[in-house]
């Protein structure tokens, strides 16, 4: 049979359809619009996702302007601590000459031991916003893994609302556009109509095994088709099957119980068809054909006839 790449075409995103732009069993080229999908709804998502990403870099920035007020906090009460320091040892030297009173000694401590609680905790704040930073106030915001994650919510987004629109993924004639209709929903893959390239086809053969003696890839075959019995195309033997056609079947026919009968096996094989002559009418995926294949070898006489004449080797 004649056999040709073909697909159902559909998309991953569902929609209710919005225009055909083909008709049924038209000729098509590769990347051309088959049909629309309504793009509101992703439009609209696409432009959410958008704005949450304007939203993430402005976040990136406040964070990183809050941790340079972070540090000059720090750096602030870091002055403070000092400052305490100083008065701390001061009053310490005077307590042993009785110059201040234990209350003002014990007050200056006090004061000293708070600020350098309240400097721990400013140095904690910074290193929690720095973490937030990935531990890099000076990376771009566009490396930030927030900025990533609202960048790919928006890649994504355009990419289901350019899916919206179904293009041909090859070059060839469509079929069963009647099954949808603008107005229509469909599912995320659900098949719209089906695409048949008219361009590639090939033979699908499956002689059987005791014709296969002599047969190679590479040979040529002559090919004629039942709906053009005068017309031939010229072929190539492109691959033969490793295995027989009912070694693919769920139950294959392999009996056990010892009443086995010998069967002759069929073998798929592929012929490559040559269609660069454009003279030659088209051919249609499941037509009949007849492939006969010029192995090179000359069939000799039967063997009861070289029994009969007394010839070996013929």
């Known amino acids: 049979y004649v056999q040709a790449d073909r697909v159902g075409i559909s998309t991953d995103v569902s929609g209710i359809v ?14 051309q619009v088959l049909y629309r999908l309504d793009p509101r709804q992703f439009q609209i998502a696409l432009e959410n996702a958008k704005a949450n990403l304007a939203q993430t870099a402005m976040s990136i920035d406040a964070m990183k302007q809050d941790y340079q007020r972070m540090l000059s906090d720090v750096a602030a009460q870091q002055a403070q601590v000092d400052l305490d320091q100083k008065n701390y040892d001061r009053n310490a030297m005077l307590l042993k000459t009785a110059t201040v009173s234990q209350a003002v000694f014990d007050q200056t401590r006090y004061a000293l031991e708070n600020d350098k609680s309240k400097l721990a905790a400013f140095q904690q704040q910074v290193k929690v916003q720095l973490a ?9 915001a566009t490396e930030h893994p927030q900025y990533r994650q609202a960048k790919a919510q928006v890649d994504e987004a355009q990419r289901q609302l350019d899916h919206t629109i179904v293009k041909a993924p090859f070059a060839g004639t469509v079929t069963s556009v009647p099954s949808i209709a603008p107005g229509k929903y469909l599912s995320a893959s659900t098949t719209a109509f089906f695409l048949v390239d008219t361009d590639h086809v090939w033979i699908d053969a499956t002689p059987k095994e005791t014709e296969l003696t002599y047969v ?5 075959a002559t090919v004629t088709v039942d709906t053009y019995p005068d017309v031939e195309w010229p072929g190539v033997v492109e691959s033969v099957s490793p295995a027989a056609a009912q070694e693919f079947s769920l139950l294959p026919a392999q009996n056990t ?13 592929r012929v490559r068809l040559e269609t660069t002559d454009k003279k030659l009418p088209p051919l249609r995926a499941g037509m009949s054909v007849e492939v006969d ?11 009861f006839l070289r029994s009969l004449f007394g010839h070996r080797g013929l």
Do not use: C, I
């Open 216 to 220: 190679r890839p590479g040979q040529k």
């Open 293 to 303: 294949v010029d192995t090179g070898h000359a069939r000799g006489f039967p063997s």
């Open 132 to 140: 937030k930073l990935g531990g890099d106030p000076d990376r771009p």
């Open 18 to 31: 919005q225009d055909v732009a083909v008709k049924d069993n038209a000729y098509v080229e590769a990347g």
């Open 257 to 269: 119980s010892g009443n086995w009968v010998k069967v002759v096996q069929r073998v798929p094989m």
